[in-house]
């Protein structure tokens, strides 16, 4: 074998090494932990925070261990659930072997997700059950006062504007279900007015909504910091490039598919969810992740 061809050899060998090592890399979907940190002059003690949205029952290792231990090695104070835990399609067997590993572990609240919904009016109340008997604080359209290291924050949650489809059978009246959904965002943005109201004590105010999609909308209220997921990173990412090939409810190249975000004043976190194989079409980097937010 003369030198070109050796050379040859093993220049072909460098490419499919580096085209392997590409594909590995874009094809990773190991949970991450993505970190954030805010600071205002009303937290006068740190307050830890673990976002957790979009799991859609997927699998974490036996018993969910894997995400039970990313969690606890991080010991949140506060665990908020952004919606889409459960999903529609997929058995609630994982997303009940997860509850049950934190339940009574952390002080937790909860608002739905699309998926939820979209599972029908007898899933949901089997879910909302589920839920509530791992003492998790559903926030349906609701604001409360909490105290977390001698914190007092005002905490928000607002249903998924898809709420409409367990509120109003389509089968039993069509025409209140339409009308139903053709109101939902209006009926969405009223929730927003009331109950961001509680803002008024002056605390430090932390919405938990599903959809990024409406950050112009959270921005015009007198929320600090709003939490959400549904985008999923966008599923495909070119990282320092694209931050998302495509979200639901926002299209091609969405705007708010994953990460931090400012406007007028308001901080908003998106995850990129947990979804991974329940999702029909691969994450490319954009690996599932659980997002942590340090308050100081």
Not at 100 to 119: D, K, R
Not at 158 to 175: H, I, L, Q
Not at 267 to 289: D, Y
């Amino acid at each position: 074998m003369n030198k070109k061809r050796i050379l040859r050899t093993l220049l072909l060998i460098v490419v499919f090494t580096m085209l392997v090592c590409f594909v590995l890399m874009a094809l990773n979907s190991s949970l991450v932990v993505r970190r954030y940190q805010i600071e205002d002059d009303r937290i006068t003690a740190p307050v830890r925070i673990a976002l957790l949205t979009d799991l859609h029952s997927c699998k974490y290792g036996e018993n969910q261990q894997e995400l039970i231990r990313a969690l606890d090695e991080l010991s949140p104070d506060l665990v908020l659930l952004g919606g889409d835990i459960y999903d529609d399609e997929v058995p609630h067997d994982n997303t009940e072997r997860f509850l049950s590993g934190i339940a009574g572990c952390y002080l937790c609240y909860y608002v739905t997700g699309n998926h939820e919904y979209w599972a029908g009016a007898e899933e949901w109340a089997h879910i909302k059950s589920m839920l509530e008997a791992h003492n998790i604080t559903i926030l349906s359209d609701q604001s409360t006062m909490i105290s977390v290291n001698g914190n007092d924050i005002n905490l928000c949650g607002v249903n998924d504007p898809d709420v409409y489809m367990v509120t109003y059978d389509p089968e039993a009246d069509p025409a209140l279900h339409d009308r139903a959904k053709a109101n939902k965002l209006e009926t969405f943005f009223l929730q927003l007015d009331s109950v961001s109201q509680i803002a008024d004590n002056g605390n430090y105010t932390i919405l938990l909504s599903h959809r990024p999609e409406h950050m112009q909308a959270y921005s015009s209220h007198p929320f600090d910091l709003v939490l959400c997921g549904h985008a999923h990173g966008g599923q495909w990412r070119i990282p320092g490039l694209l931050n998302g090939l495509y979200a639901p409810n926002q299209g091609l190249f969405p705007s708010h598919a994953g990460g931090r975000y400012e406007e007028n004043g308001t901080t908003m976190i998106v995850s990129r969810g947990l979804a991974r194989e329940s999702t029909k079409v691969p994450r490319i980097f954009n690996r599932p992740e659980l997002v942590l937010i340090d308050l100081q």
